[in-house]
């Protein structure tokens, strides 16, 4: 039996599910009546974890944003992965608006987890390796204690428990 148990931190987004949310906004948009005539393009670029979207004006770039978060919660994605750029006039009288799709834990980010955990006062350590922190510790139940208060946070970014060992 392991003297010490672990898990890991991370704070990823399923690009595939990504996918699949775009695709249904996009379907929902061009079947929507108010939105025919827009002619809103939505684009994923998974490669820099980027979303795109041009639109004819305000009214159609807000219920195109309320569409993509509606698919993100449907699908079970987290819309604290979304962090939007302002929007900016393109041509043609147009709107575009980027997307950034969060992935990863920065450090300044990792170093509230560790805080959080050394504020706990459990016998676990808390180690930052890379866009993750590796929680450690003897006894499981301390670890679930872990795990818990760090849901309880609420951070502006979504983070997820693998790797248990």
Do not use: C, H
């Not at 004819?56 to 992965?81: M, N």
């Not at 834990?105 to 959080?116: E, F, M, Q, R, V």
Request: hydrophobic share 35%.
């Amino acid at each position: 039996m392991a003297k010490n148990s672990s898990f890991d931190v991370v704070s990823e987004v399923d690009l595939q599910e990504v996918d699949n949310a775009i695709n249904q906004a996009i379907k929902e948009i061009r079947q929507r009546y108010d939105l025919k005539d827009a002619g809103t393009e939505i684009e994923l670029n998974k490669k820099d974890k980027l979303i795109n979207i041009n639109t004819k004006d305000d009214y159609s770039l807000k219920q195109s944003i309320d569409i993509i978060q509606t698919k993100f919660i449907k699908r079970k994605l987290s819309v604290k992965v979304l962090k939007w750029d302002e929007p900016e006039p393109s041509s043609g009288g147009r709107l575009r608006l980027k997307i950034n799709l969060q992935s990863g834990i920065s450090k300044d980010n990792a170093k509230k987890i560790t805080k959080l955990v050394k504020d706990i006062k459990l016998k676990v350590n808390a180690q930052i390796m890379d866009e993750r922190v590796r929680i450690q510790g003897a006894k499981k139940d301390e670890l679930q204690t872990v795990i818990q208060a760090i849901k309880e946070a609420d951070y502006d970014f979504p983070v997820q428990f693998v790797n248990y060992q």
